[in-house]
């Protein structure tokens, strides 16, 4: 149970976007052209970087706010509108402009809008299984229960962070599904991708999904949109 729990987390650089802290890590060739690459819902940069270790590109992955090392939001702007201004912030202080932007799951609600309300900021979008209209209400009993006034605390603290281990195999067999589990998603820490934090900080911007996602605008017409997702992904 504890396999991923002595792991160390990468470690990549440290911005001051406004008054938060943002953590990017980087890889692939940094002199080439760059790609800013999104997580998804309870994940970080260190996992969504693992495929591209070898690109030709130059890419640019954050943590999103309130994951892995990058300061979360406050809470009325966790949801994908507050994050796409978060992430044209970030733009501003990296520099970087007229960019490719690859997403994936949820993490491409706050790309789309991005590229709605700042299209010159984005150069094409690569969606991949993305998450990115409205879905169904979930019951997802053990999230609502870590989100809830005094006992959340408790349950993000004592119960998910001590079982960081199931609950990361847990998703990352589900985010897999049919295939299985990537060899490389072994090198994860879980304590540092399941920890009180990063739990609230999905079940804030869960709840402001569905809201924020009827809010979005018109995608420019001449914007480069792919889409890769797998037939039986749920």
Known sequence: ???????????GKIYHVDKYQVHVLESGDLNASPVLVLHGCGSLAEEVLLPFAQSEFRIVAPDRPGYGFSDPLPPAERGPVGQS????RLLDALGLRGIPVVAHSIG??????LAARRPELVSGLLLISPCCRPVPSKSLPLLRA????????????????????????????????????????????AAHVVNP??????????RAFNRDMELLQNLPGDLPLHVLFGTEDR
């Open 85 to 88: 201004i978060w992430l044209e």
């Open 146 to 189: 870590s989100a809830a006034p005094v006992v959340g605390s408790l349950i993000r603290r004592y119960v998910i962070s001590r079982w960081a281990d199931f609950f990361l195999d847990r998703g990352l067999k589900s985010s897999s599904y049919p295939n299985p589990l990537p060899p490389h998603l072994s090198t994860l820490p």
């Open 197 to 206: 934090g990063a739990i609230e900080t999905m079940a804030n911007e869960l």
């Open 108 to 113: 491409c609600a706050p790309a789309l809008h």
């Open 1 to 11: 149970m504890l396999k991923h729990q002595a792991l160390q987390p990468r470690i």
